[in-house]
């Protein structure tokens, strides 16, 4: 059974960092999987923020290359998101994701979802 458990959220100012993590338990192929994140503001749909291939490429909506790092430990099966110059509009649900084909993934039909970590950011 596949657990996921992500954590790192927060309340931090403009400006300022934070480090989302997802550890996913029962993944034995870990490494053969695509990952990353999506978020989800109210009253918005679900929007992809960045994502990893298996090979380790990785991959950037506008709004986060400069600002995000993704990066995953695949001998602790845990995906990260580096979060830095945090603006008000990045308050959001994070979510991450994973599924055997990146396209899939992005396209918001991964196999594997975590709950969810909350992120404010105040101006």
């Known amino acids: 059974q596949v657990q996921v458990m992500e954590s790192g959220g927060g309340l931090v100012q403009a400006g300022g960092s934070l480090r989302l993590s997802c550890t996913i338990h029962?993944?034995?192929?870990?490494?053969?999987?695509?990952m990353g994140w999506f978020r989800q503001a109210p009253g918005e749909p679900r929007n992809w923020v960045s994502g990893?291939?298996?090979?380790?490429?990785?991959d950037y909506e506008e709004f986060a290359k400069g600002r995000f790092i993704i990066s995953r430990d695949n001998a602790l099966n845990t995906l990260h998101l580096q979060m830095n110059s945090l603006k008000p509009e990045d308050t959001a649900m994070y979510y991450c994701?994973?599924?055997?084909?990146?396209?899939?993934?992005?396209?918001?039909?991964?196999?594997?979802w975590g709950q969810g970590t909350q992120v404010t950011v105040s101006s």
């Open positions: 994701a994973a599924h055997r084909s990146y396209t899939q993934f992005k396209a918001g039909l991964a196999s594997v």
């Open positions: 029962g993944l034995n192929t870990f490494a053969e999987y695509a």
């Open positions: 990893i291939y298996s090979s380790g490429t990785k």
